[in-house]
């Protein structure tokens, strides 16, 4: 069956790095985003990774992908306080019709 | 120019009203989506419109009525709505690599 799965909260201080797990358990899985959400907010696409790749770097994002043991992590470098949001990890599945299947989501709380 | 555009942003009806949620967006992305999204929950597919075609319907109730009046148009119509239908509805659209961008949402309080 489709589920992705992460932790619900992280807290770090500002500066540091953050890492944000999520795994899944699709293995048709084709596309995996990272999406941030704020308070009140739509979603903001961060970053997306195909699933043939191990590794994509965005500025301050990097992400990883362990296929075998199908496991995303989004590490944000010197975290800042507008960071704080929820992060959702989020699979793409069912060949080519986008549907999206969402992890639980991690909050993300930076302090100062 | 990655912009889903939906309105209103904060939508108040009674349970006999109908109304009803806009999208736009002028990327020329063929496929658009609804998701339904309640308080400290991920969203939930709806519907899924492929170049103006309905190809997914989430087992919706028929109080929800998606209609595609064209490529960069996606609307939701509300009817008979009960209160626990309140939620976030988030519109999205899928572009080139598989990019999915959504809107900032509607939020519906049914009362």
């Known amino acids: 069956g489709e589920d992705v799965e992460q932790s619900l909260f992280l807290s770090v201080r500002e500066g540091d790095s953050s890492v944000i797990n999520c795994t899944y358990t699709?293995?048709?899985?084709?596309?995996l985003y990272w999406y941030k959400q704020e308070p009140g907010a739509g979603l903001q696409l961060l970053t997306y990774?195909?699933?043939?790749?191990d590794m994509k770097q965005d500025q301050r994002l990097t992400v990883l992908l362990n296929k075998k043991d199908k496991h995303l992590s989004l590490r944000i470098a010197d975290t800042q306080t507008g960071d704080s949001a929820i992060y959702f990890c989020?699979?793409?599945?069912?060949?080519?019709?986008?549907?999206?299947?969402f992890g639980q989501g991690t909050t993300l709380q930076v302090k100062p | 120019d990655t912009e889903v555009t939906q309105t209103p942003k904060h939508l108040v009806m009674g349970m006999t009203n109908k109304k009803s949620l806009k999208c736009e967006q002028h990327?020329?992305?063929?496929?658009m989506y609804w998701y339904k999204q309640k308080a400290k929950k991920p969203p939930e597919l709806m519907f899924v419109?492929?170049?103006?075609?309905?190809?997914i319907n989430e087992s919706v109730p028929s109080r929800f009525s998606p209609e595609c009046p064209n490529s960069s148009l996606l609307n939701l119509h509300l009817h008979a709505l009960q209160p626990e239908d309140s939620a976030l509805y988030l519109c999205?659209?899928?572009?080139?690599?598989?990019?999915?961008?959504f809107g900032e949402g509607s939020w519906l309080t049914v009362v």
């Open positions: 990774i195909f699933s043939n790749m």
């Open positions: 990327m020329g992305h063929r496929a």
């Open positions: 419109y492929s170049y103006e075609k309905l190809s």
């Open positions: 989020a699979e793409s599945i069912r060949g080519n019709t986008g549907k999206l299947i």
């Open positions: 699709d293995s048709s899985s084709t596309y």
């Open positions: 999205a659209s899928r572009g080139s690599g598989n990019t999915i961008y």
